[in-house]
C-alpha cells in the first residue's frame, strides 16, 4: 500500500515499528487517519512517542509478538468475525492439505517434516492434497526435488469448511490455545488491553471499513521474524485488509534505499528484481534445467523465463547469446548461506581475504561487534567508501578489542583503504524505500575535493578490473570481460550518468535500443534487455524519467498520486489491488472503491494501475481440460496472481523454512520457558555458537533480563552522519540505557548513574536512564524486567558511547538469516567496567 | 610446507565425514581453517614462485573450501555426498603435487593473522 494510504484507513496497528521517531514523514498520514475517525494502536515493549500518540498502547514483552497475533487469530475465527466472502473468495482458508500433514499442536511443538538432525523441514505434507505448489524462489527451496508441478486441476477445496484438514479447520486448531489468558501469560499484556484491539481491530475491518498494519525491524529482527509478519499477513487476509483502500501490511522501510538494496540486489540469493540466483545443488546445471526447475506453471511468476533472459541480455549484451544459454553459466552458483551473518563468521576462520564496505558501518550495526572486528583483523584488505571516518574504518586504531588491549595495532595486518564519499545531495540517482516508491534525486552541488559517489566508484572498478583482465583466458575471468560496461561519463572526474543506468534497469528493445514501456514488453527470445523487470516504466523513454517526476493530485483527484515518481511494479500503488473488488468486480463498498470491472469497456478500471490482467473478467475460470499455464490457470476471481493458486496464502505449503502457520516460540535467548510449547525456539533458526559467539541458555540466572535495541530519530541509521554534526550530536550527546524504575530500585541504580550491561559476548558501560516508559512483565507468574538501548552510538563524531551491538549475539531467521537484534538476554549491574576490561572508550 | 598442509587439512575432513555432526557450525570449523591456511601457502607458494604458471591446486582448494564452507552454512541440507567426493579430490591433488617435480617454495606458509 502507498504511505498516503494510510490515511484511508478506519484502524492502524503500529507493531514492531516507532514509527513517529523513526519514519516521522510517514506518520503524518497516521495522524491524519486519526483526525478522520480511526484508531491507532501501538503494541510494543516500551512507551515511544508513537505510543504517545496512540489511542491504546499495549506494552508486550519483546519476542513475543505472535502470540499476540495468534491470540488476535483466535478471537476471530472463534467469534466468526473474519469477513467471510473476501477470505472464502480470496484465500486459500477452504483448500485441503496433504493427509500426512501433522500440526505443531499435536506433534511435539514442531510440524511434520522436521529433521531434528539438520535443523530443517521437508515440506512434503504441507502441501495441497495431491500438488506440490512450487514457490519461485530457489533459496526457498528446501528439498532438492521442489521442482514446480501441477496436477492440472485446481486445488482441492471443502466449502463448507468441515473437512478436518481443511485450512480453515487447521487454523482453528492450531490457534485454540491462544486465548486471551494465554496472551497475557506470554507477552505480559493485560487481558482487556488485548480484547480492546482485538474489537477495534475487527470493528474496523469489513465492506465498510478497512485496517492496516505498519511494522518495520521489530518483527524482523527475530529469529522468528518472517512468521511474525505472516501471523498479520493471516489476520489481514481473514479481515479482508488487502489490496484495499486503507487496508494492508505496510513494511516501513530503511531510510538508505533499503526496499532499493533488495530490489536491485545486494542480497546474495537474489538478482534483480526478486528472480532467483542459481544454486549448485539443485537442478540448475544448464541455464534449460534452471528454468525448467523455477518456472512456476501457474500464476504470474510463470513469465520468469522472459525477465531472466532480459536480465541476462542487459548484463552480457551481444556476449548472451541463445548458444552459449544467454550467458547463464558466468552467474556465480549458490553453495550455502553466503549472508552477512555467515560471512562474518568465516572471515575469523581466516577464509576471506577481503571485503568493500560500502554504505554500511559494521563495527556499530551488525550484532557482535567485536567478533566482527575480529574478523576485520583477519582480513588482507579492506576498503571503506564514506564522507566521514566511521568506527568500521579505524577499527584497527580505536576499536573495542584495542581499548581492552586484547590487541595492539601492530597485531593487525589489514590494510585499510578509505576512501572519501560523496553525499547524498553531492550525486544524482535514485532511493527506493516504502511504498516501493522509487524517486529520483538531482545533484545540488559537485562533492568536495577528492569525494566521489558510489556509482563512480563501482564503475571505475569495474573498468579496470576488465582491462586487468583483457587478455586472460581463464574461464573464470569470462564473466567480468562478457559484461556490458559501457555508461557514459562526463566532467573531470568522469562522473558516469545515473540515468543511463536506470535506463538500461528499466530495459529496451536489443534491435533498435528503445525503452520498453512495461514489462509485459519483455521476451524470452533475446530481443529485449532488463535490468529488473519490475522497474519496467521507469523510464519509458529516452528523457522520460518518471521517478523524477513530482505531481501529487490535488484535492478531488484520484488520491493514487501517480504522477509522484513511481512504483514498481507498472507504476502501481496498492499490489492485489483486484481484491477491493467483489467476486462480481463490484467494490465492495462505495466508501472503500479502488478498482471495478468495467463492463462496458470490458476492462479493470479504478483510481489505481490494475494489479491483474486487465481485460480478464471477474466470470471467466480456467479450462482445466486445456492445461492452462501461467495466467490461464488463474481465474477472475483471483487476485492474488503473484501466488501459482492465485490466492492469499493464510496456510503456505512452501515458500517458508520454519512451518506453514506461525507459531509461538521463545526467543532463542529468553528468561522464561516456553509456557506454549515444548520447543522452547524456533526449531530451524540459524545458531552459529562458537567461541566468542556464545548464546545464553533459556532461563540463564547470569543474564536474567530481557534486552532490546533501537534507533533514535536525532542520530540517522549507523549514527556517524548525524554524530559529526553538532547540530543533531548535541540532540543525543551520548549513550544511554533505558531502565524501568522498579528494576532501577532492585539494583540500587539512580538516573545517570554508571551501569554495566554484559553478556556472553561482551560488556559495555553506559549511563541509565531511569523511566517509566519501560515496564516490567508479569510473565507466567514470574516478574521479568527488559532494558533497552540505542545501537547507533560509537567512538567517533560528537555524540560517542558505547556500541550495543557488543552484546549481541550472531544467529538468524531460517528464511532471511536476518540477526537478532530486538530479544536478546543480558545482565545489568551499577558501576563501570574494570579498566582492563573497558570495551569502548568515552573520550 | 604445503602438502602437509594439505595433509592436515585432509584429516579434518576426514574427521568431519566421520563425525557428520548433527548440528552445522562450529563443527566445521577445523576443517575450514585447515583448508584455508592451506590455501594460503598456496597463494604465498605462487606469489613467490614467478614461474610457475600452474594455478590448479589453488583452484581445487579453493573450490573445497566453497563445498566445506557450503556444509557448515547450508542451505538446508548439509551436502555431505559433495563434501565425501571433495575429500576424494583433495587425496588426488596431493598425489598429483607429490608427482610433480618440487618447485620452488619462496618463504613461508605462515599466512594466517593473530
Not at chain 1, 75 to 102: C, K, P, Q, V
Not at chain 1, 527 to 554: E, I, K, L
Amino acid at each position: 500500500m502507498a504511505l498516503w494510504d494510510l490515511a484511508n484507513a478506519d484502524c492502524i496497528v503500529v507493531m514492531g515499528s516507532n514509527i513517529a521517531e523513526n519514519h516521522p514523514v510517514a506518520f503524518r498520514f497516521v495522524t491524519e487517519a486519526q483526525q478522520r475517525g480511526a484508531v491507532v494502536v501501538h503494541v510494543d515493549p516500551r512507551f515511544t512517542r508513537t505510543s504517545a500518540i496512540a489511542d491504546i498502547h499495549a506494552p508486550i514483552r519483546s519476542g513475543t509478538d505472535i502470540a499476540f497475533l495468534g491470540g488476535v487469530i483466535r478471537y476471530i475465527l472463534a467469534n466468526d468475525l473474519w469477513f467471510r466472502e473476501f477470505a472464502m473468495a480470496f484465500t486459500n482458508i477452504a483448500t485441503i492439505i496433504e493427509d500426512s500433514y501433522r500440526d505443531a499442536e499435536d506433534n511435539g511443538g514442531v510440524f511434520s517434516g522436521f529433521d531434528a538432525k539438520n535443523g530443517s523441514y521437508a515440506t512434503d505434507s504441507w502441501q495441497y492434497q495431491g500438488e506440490v505448489l512450487a514457490s519461485p524462489l530457489a533459496e526457498h527451496v528446501v528439498t532438492a526435488e521442489g521442482v514446480a508441478q501441477t496436477t492440472g486441476l485446481p486445488p482441492p477445496t471443502d466449502p463448507t469448511l468441515q473437512h478436518p484438514r481443511c485450512v480453515y479447520q487447521i487454523m482453528r486448531h492450531h490457534y485454540e490455545r491462544y486465548t486471551p489468558e494465554m496472551v497475557e501469560r506470554v507477552t505480559g499484556c493485560p487481558q482487556n488491553n488485548f480484547l480492546r484491539i482485538c474489537e477495534a481491530l475487527t470493528r474496523n475491518s469489513g465492506r465498510e471499513r478497512t485496517s492496516a498494519f505498519c511494522y518495520a525491524v521489530g518483527w524482523t529482527h527475530h529469529a522468528h521474524g518472517v512468521q511474525i509478519i505472516r501471523a498479520a499477513s493471516i489476520i489481514q487476509g481473514l479481515l479482508g485488509n488487502i489490496g484495499r483502500p486503507g487496508g494492508g501490511m505496510m513494511a516501513l522501510r530503511g531510510h538508505c534505499s533499503i526496499q532499493g538494496s533488495t530490489d536491485i540486489p545486494t542480497l546474495y540469493n537474489m538478482l534483480p528484481t526478486y528472480l532467483p540466483q542459481p544454486n549448485a545443488y539443485l537442478p540448475h546445471k544448464t541455464f534449460r534445467e534452471f528454468l525448467a526447475a523455477e518456472t512456476v506453471p501457474t500464476g504470474w511468476w510463470h513469465n520468469f523465463p522472459a525477465y531472466m533472459v532480459s536480465l541476462l541480455k542487459a548484463w552480457y549484451g551481444a556476449h548472451a547469446q541463445p548458444a552459449n544459454e544467454f550467458g547463464y553459466n558466468h552467474l556465480p552458483k549458490l553453495a550455502g548461506d553466503h549472508s552477512q551473518l555467515p560471512m562474518t563468521l568465516a572471515m575469523v576462520e581466516g577464509v576471506v581475504k577481503g571485503q568493500f564496505v560500502l554504505g554500511q558501518n559494521p563495527v556499530v550495526g551488525a550484532v557482535n561487534s567485536e567478533l566482527v572486528q575480529r574478523g576485520l583483523a583477519k582480513l588482507d584488505w579492506l576498503v571503506v567508501r564514506d564522507f566521514a571516518m566511521t568506527e568500521t574504518a579505524n577499527f584497527w586504531q580505536k576499536g573495542s578489542l584495542i581499548q581492552s588491549g586484547e590487541l595492539a595495532p601492530s597485531d593487525i595486518a589489514t590494510e585499510v583503504f578509505f576512501f572519501p564519499a560523496a553525499m547524498a545531495a553531492e550525486k544524482e540517482g535514485t532511493m527506493t524505500n516504502t511504498s516501493r516508491l522509487v524517486q529520483w534525486h538531482d545533484k545540488v552541488c559537485d562533492p568536495p575535493g577528492d569525494n566521489r559517489s558510489e556509482l563512480w566508484f563501482i564503475y571505475h572498478l569495474g573498468r579496470r578490473l576488465k582491462q586487468l583482465y583483457a587478455v586472460s583466458a581463464e574461464p573464470r575471468d569470462a564473466a567480468i570481460l562478457a559484461l556490458t560496461w559501457t555508461y557514459p561519463v562526463s566532467g573531470d572526474a568522469a562522473e558516469p550518468d545515473a540515468a543511463a543506468v536506470l535506463r538500461e534497469i528499466n530495459g529496451y528493445t536489443v534491435a533498435d535500443r528503445k525503452q520498453v514501456t512495461s514489462y509485459q514488453a519483455l521476451k524470452d527470445d533475446g530481443s529485449t534487455a532488463c535490468g529488473g523487470w519490475m522497474y519496467a516504466g521507469v523510464f519509458p523513454a529516452q528523457h522520460d524519467n518518471r521517478a523524477r517526476s513530482r505531481r501529487p493530485d490535488g484535492p478531488g483527484g484520484r488520491g493514487s498520486h501517480q504522477g509522484w515518481a513511481f512504483a514498481w511494479p507498472d507504476n502501481r500503488r496498492t499490489l492485489y489491488n483486484r481484491a477491493s473488488a467483489d467476486l462480481e468486480g463490484r467494490p465492495w463498498s462505495e466508501r472503500k472503491r479502488m478498482m471495478w470491472w468495467d463492463a462496458a469497456q470490458r476492462k479493470w478500471a479504478g483510481t489505481d494501475t490494475p494489479d491483474f490482467v486487465p481485460t480478464k473478467a471477474p466470470d471467466m475460470r480456467p479450462d482445466w481440460s486445456k492445461h492452462p499455464e501461467g495466467m490461464d490457470a488463474l481465474g477472475g476471481d483471483d487476485p492474488f496472481i503473484m501466488e501459482a493458486d492465485g490466492k492469499c496464502q493464510l496456510f503456505v505449503p512452501s515458500g517458508l523454512k520454519d512451518g506453514p502457520l506461525p507459531t509461538h516460540y521463545e526467543p532463542v535467548e529468553s528468561p522464561v520457558a516456553n509456557p506454549m510449547y515444548p520447543e522452547q525456539f524456533n526449531p530451524a533458526a540459524k545458531l552459529w555458537p562458537r567461541p566468542g559467539n556464545a548464546i545464553h541458555a533459556p532461563q540463564d540466572p547470569n543474564y536474567p533480563y530481557v534486552l532490546t535495541t533501537y534507533r533514535l530519530t536525532e542520530l540517522h541509521c549507523g549514527g556517524v552522519s548525524t554524530r559529526v554534526m553538532p547540530h543533531t550530536a548535541e540532540l543525543q550527546p551520548e549513550a544511554f540505557v533505558e531502565i524501568s524504575v522498579e528494576l532501577a530500585q532492585e539494583l540500587g541504580i539512580a538516573n545517570l548513574d554508571w551501569t554495566v550491561l554484559s553478556t556472553a559476548r561482551g560488556e559495555i558501560e553506559v549511563k541509565a536512564l531511569v523511566t517509566q516508559r519501560l515496564r516490567p512483565f508479569l510473565i507466567d507468574g514470574k516478574l521479568v524486567h527488559e532494558v533497552g538501548m540505542p545501537w547507533v552510538f560509537g567512538w567517533e563524531g560528537y555524540a560517542r558511547g558505547a556500541i550495543a551491538n557488543v552484546l549481541l549475539a550472531i544467529h538468524g531467521d531460517p528464511n532471511t538469516s536476518i540477526h537478532t537484534t530486538k530479544a536478546l538476554t543480558c545482565a545489568v549491574r551499577k558501576g563501570r567496567l574494570l579498566p582492563s576490561a573497558k570495551a569502548v572508550a568515552h573520550v | 610446507m604445503s602438502e602437509s598442509l594439505g595433509w592436515e587439512a585432509i584429516a579434518a575432513v576426514d574427521q568431519l565425514l566421520e563425525d557428520r555432526p548433527d548440528k552445522v557450525g562450529h563443527d566445521f570449523s577445523a576443517a575450514t581453517r585447515r583448508l584455508a591456511t592451506w590455501r594460503d601457502a598456496l597463494v604465498q607458494r605462487q606469489r613467490h614462485s614467478p614461474a610457475r604458471r600452474d594455478n590448479s591446486a589453488l583452484e581445487r582448494v579453493n573450490a573445497a573450501i566453497s563445498v566445506i564452507l557450503g556444509g557448515q552454512f547450508p542451505l538446508g541440507r548439509v551436502p555431505w555426498p559433495e563434501i565425501a567426493r571433495v575429500r576424494q579430490q583433495l587425496h588426488e591433488l596431493l598425489r598429483d603435487e607429490v608427482d610433480q617435480p618440487a618447485a620452488p617454495t619462496g618463504t613461508s606458509a605462515e599466512t594466517t593473522r593473530s
